[in-house]
């Protein structure tokens, strides 16, 4: 089956958006309500492409592909829509010193696409209309509604991915915001703070409140996240020497698709805190001690042989942590049966 | 993962409890298993939920703005009454309007008037209603496609704005192989200027529950749902009243609205009655395929429903012939500067000049006039002799809608009334789509400086938003929502130097 993009005739399955033949295709069309774990709504009207037939432009997001259809990507009549499209939402959006859509968390998509596409006149600024919730005390999750635009992925996400559904649209027309039920904090809410919402907001509407005001780092670092045994893949963002903010790889790259809990998100602190232990230590005459991983690991084995000797294998157990994989459980388990003898073994998460 | 939408009884269960108090969400999710937030989200989208606590609701639209409606607001709030001033109410021929807390309507204003009964009117709202109901016996009679083949010959079109053949939609859900169908009753008329389908609810419920009846049989489906403005209870009892009489071998249930109207707009209409904040639905898939529910559904507005007992008894040739212009007769609104405001069936094709001769003239010097509600913008009074039809004011740039008729006398500046249409289009836009919702902000941001200061650099983007608004938004409202400001700018260049 063949559909007709900027006159080139490309392959596609059924089922497939115009926008998903399309950017396989190299085209480059802007959106900022979509998202690849979401269902497409059609909402931001950015990827509005011409359909041969249909008198008006239609959105490639929802827009499916079928056999012969004529799709036109590139045309003066879409670079008009864009252009004065972006000037819109620049008039009710924060913008800078140069007048353009202000920088925020990880990244703002509508500044990025004014800077690609450019605009039309511009327009004057509008006030801001919607309601931000400012005596919402939860430590994690900052919503400013001067970069929101209003595009819901944030609810869609809390509803389709995590069946949370702690947020909403609220009020109506300009009005229109992002909202709890009455308005409460996101602590009073069926809300996770799983941070999602600030990883699918294209504009930095919603943002890390420990990391506000800073940009983030141009190479994080990947690493595994250690609070339990998935594995969650993390980027830390780290900023001179400090860790400030942990975001996941992009959803389809890694084992978590995107998604991270509130733990892997926010829980750091403990990264930078003064009471870290920060080498192995052994308690000699009743005092911690500082010492190296060879005197810790001898010290262990001799302590575990000296209570099988004495009292039999059976009077050793061994629990190993929620936070281990799949691999250290199994070796914790093997060290318990082969190496002391014992089937005494046991996973705390196993509950 | 499935989500937790509405439910045809989220929003009762929401009005009942209070709307948008405090703890209302939380109380109505543990009833109906809708998570608080979207709960919140809905009874906050709703003016009649969002607000539990008004006491008088005034009219500011064109007709009633005409007829003192800021005054009013003034007074009841220099009486310490907790006033609020709303979107058209729908009483613009006993204009200024208001509704008091029970929702009932406060009227200021005369009666309307309506034609004398005429048994040559397929509408005739000053004849009788009765439960006779002889034209579904004959429906019944002459078989589904022979109705049908009726209604095409008649050539009759959505009485509700926006003109599609209803035959159309007829034969569109009557061929689906899905056969769990429905029939809605679009009787949310929000436009402003328009108040036809509370006249036809209240002095002739039965014809439209006949046609209601005969469509519903015509497309197979069981169930009928009336979707009626929460600010027409009158209407309702009436219906309600009819319905006891005939009792219909048809399921009938109805809906209040609550306040938005967007809800007039099908799609939006459909998420509101299941329960959900009424933003249009993406089309295709149109609602004879999906709609309610995802089943096929037949969408009608009230009028067009009430047109089908008399092209079923008298035939579609015969409907068709009275018609001037265009197929069948309309009932025209009319209110503003003339002597007798009021609903007027006539052929379509009349002119303004004609259907204020039935209004009883012209109160002052006529100036503009508004053919189809504020979606039809302004066009001066060259145009008193140009047919109201679908296709005539298209061509001059307006457009039929609603038949909404207001006429402005020449004591009205063009640019205040432009600013009513653009205050109402704000308040009412749904909010969903960018070009809509920014754009009706900044063409009544635009007239309101323009007002401020009179200087017209404030408008010179009113064009090029228009024209976003028109390309990029998801529905009509959006498309047509800076007509009143662009027509008052084109027509009365005098009211904008």
Known sequence: MKVIIDGEAVDFELGETVLEVAQRVGRSIPTLCHEKRLDPVGACRMCLVEVQGQRRLQPSCTWKATEGAVITTQSQRIDTHR?????????????????????????????DQVLEYGTGPQLPQLPLRRAVREH????????????????AACVRYCDEVEAVNAIAL??????????????????????????????????????????????????????????????????????????????????GTTVNDGNLCVKGRFASEFVHHPDRLQTPMVRRNGVLEPTTWEDALQTAAKGLLGVKRRHGADALGFVSSSRCTGEENYLMQKLARAAFGTNNCHQCAAT | MKKKSGGTEVMHALEEAGGARSGVARAVSGQTGVPEATLYGVSTFYTLLAKPDVELRICQGTSCALAGAFEHIAEARANGVKVEAVSCLGQCDRAPAALDARLEPVIWGGEGHVLPADPELPIDLGGADTAEWSALEKAKRIGAEAVIDEIRAAGLQGRGGAGFPAHIKWSGVRSQAETERYVVVNADEGEPGTFKDREVMLRRPHRMLEGLAIAAWAVGAKVAWIYIRGEFQACRRALERALAEAKPDLEVRFYDGHGAYICGEETALLESLEGKRGMPRLKPPFPTEAGLFGKPTLIHNVETLACVPAIVERGGDWFRGLGRTEAGSKLYCISGHVEKPGVYELPIGVTLEELVQHAGGYVGTPKAFSPGGASSGFLPMAFRDTPLDFKSLQAAGSMLGSAGVVVLNDSVDM????????????????????????????????????????DAEHLAHVGVVHGEMDEGSICGLGMTASLPLLSAMKHFPGDFV
Request: aromatic content about 4%; glycine content about 10%; proline content about 7%.
């Open chain 1, 136 to 151: 919402d005390a939860n430590p994690y999750i900052h919503f400013d509604a001067e970069a929101c635009v209003l595009c």
């Open chain 1, 83 to 111: 252009q004065v499209l972006l000037s819109m939402y620049v008039a009710d959006h924060a913008v800078d010193d140069q007048g353009l859509p202000k920088q925020r968390g990880v990244g703002n998509q509508l500044r």
């Open chain 2, 415 to 454: 640019a205040e009334a432009a600013r009513w249409g653009q205050v109402f289009f704000e308040d009412e836009t749904c909010g969903q789509c960018a070009p809509c919702r920014i754009g009706c902000s900044l063409q009544r941001q635009s007239i309101d400086r323009y007002l401020a200061d009179r």
């Open chain 1, 170 to 251: 609220v009020e109506r027309g300009g009005r229109t915001t992002i909202g709890t039920a009455d308005q409460q904090g996101l602590l009073d809410s069926s809300c996770e703070l799983c941070g999602g919402c600030i990883a699918v907001c294209p504009t930095g509407a919603m943002t890390e409140r420990p990391s506000l005001g800073i940009p983030p780092a141009p190479e994080p670092i990947r690493s595994t996240c250690n609070f339990c045994g998935v594995g969650c893949q993390v980027d830390l963002h780290v900023t001179d020497g400090r860790l400030t903010r942990v975001t996941s790889p992009p959803p």
